[in-house]
């Protein structure tokens, strides 16, 4: 029997090469769009804004920093070149051997925050856009743990508003835990949020962005379609036959509408979502 396809890996790798032909760089994270035009040509500025924006919350002096779902390596390969060491933990194969890559600085542990096991002493612990992924007290009480007195744990992600309390989530944009929750559970392990911004407006157009890309590739997957139905019918009926046997009906609708509707606004994000930076101490 042939080996399963890891359409994951795929995905990581077709979209790291577009964000490097765009922009320079395979930054998968939101852009701060504060006095930029919304268009693909300001994406890199944007996540250099936004890179720029959740360093200036980090301790002073030189950091010894766990970089927990550290992406590609964009953001460990520039805290070592302001001088900082950093450890990355990083679950997915492909993008450990980015990260070997892109920041050879860094230690790469391939393996989920919940199973890392190397040594603590850490004056950060950084979660930039990958906090929603971990159980929330998990992530706290690990982070707290691997923190030598007097360390930070900083986090950069998206979280529930209010307003997505009742709502499907098929009806929504964004992710991450529910604000409320967090601050209830940061209290409860006993820790102290010393600094905190809420930047969602700032960040919103990305999914504006990321939208209208969505639509050019649904666009041209339509054109297609239009030309087989009008010329190769048998064509087209073999390959929506074999995608039909792939693909879930409901994967397929779900598909659809991120291809070819725009229910994936930034005033959605911002109406569901808060992005928030926290800096936390003990």
Same mark, same amino acid.
């Given at each position: ?10 995905? &990581? ?8 032909? &765009? ?15 919304? @268009?693909?040509?300001? *994406? ?7 890179? /720029?924006?959740?360093?200036?919350? &980090? ?6 920093? =766990?970089?927990?779902?550290?992406? %590609?390596?964009?953001?460990?390969? !520039? =805290?070592?070149? *302001?001088?900082?060491?950093? /450890?990355? #933990? ?47 007290? #998990?992530?706290? !009480?690990? @982070? =707290? ?14 979280? +529930? ?6 709502? !499907? ?11 409320? @929750?967090? +601050?209830?559970?940061?209290? %409860? ?7 905190? /911004? ?5 960040? %919103? ?7 209208? *890309? ?5 666009? %041209? #997957?339509? +054109? ?11 064509? +087209? ?46």
């Amino acid at each position: 029997m042939g080996q399963k396809v890891d359409t994951r890996a795929i995905g &990581l790798d077709v979209g790291l090469s577009f964000m490097r032909w &765009l922009t320079g760089a395979e930054n998968l994270h939101y852009g701060l769009w504060t006095g930029l035009d919304c @268009a693909a040509e300001n *994406l890199g500025a944007a996540q250099a804004a936004y890179t /720029e924006k959740l360093f200036g919350y &980090l301790p002073e002096g030189k950091l010894r920093i =766990l970089d927990i779902g550290g992406g %590609a390596g964009e953001t460990a390969k !520039k =805290l070592i070149a *302001l001088g900082h060491e950093v /450890e990355i #933990v990083v679950p997915s194969p492909f993008l450990a051997s980015r990260c070997r890559q892109n920041a050879p600085g860094a230690r790469v542990h391939q393996c989920m925050f919940e199973e890392f096991s190397g040594a603590g002493g850490f004056d950060l612990c950084l979660f930039s856009e990958s906090f929603q992924y971990i159980p929330l007290e #998990v992530a706290l !009480k690990e @982070a =707290l743990a691997l923190l030598k007195p007097g360390g930070r744990v900083l986090i950069a992600d998206c979280f +529930r508003s209010e307003n997505y309390e009742g709502v !499907k989530r098929s009806q929504t944009v964004g992710g991450g835990h529910r604000l409320s @929750a967090f +601050r209830e559970t940061v209290a %409860a392990v006993g820790l102290k949020v010393e600094a905190e /911004e809420d930047i969602t407006e700032a960040v %919103a157009p990305s999914i504006d962005l990321e939208q209208g *890309l969505f639509n050019v590739i649904g666009h %041209a #997957v339509s +054109r297609v379609d239009e030309e087989l139905k009008a010329k190769r019918r048998r064509t +087209r009926w073999a390959l929506a036959f074999v995608i039909r046997r792939m693909v879930s009906e409901r994967r397929l609708f779900r598909l659809n509408e991120r291809l070819n509707e725009k229910k994936r606004t930034a005033e959605a994000f911002c109406h569901f979502n808060r992005y928030m930076i926290f800096r936390i101490a003990r």
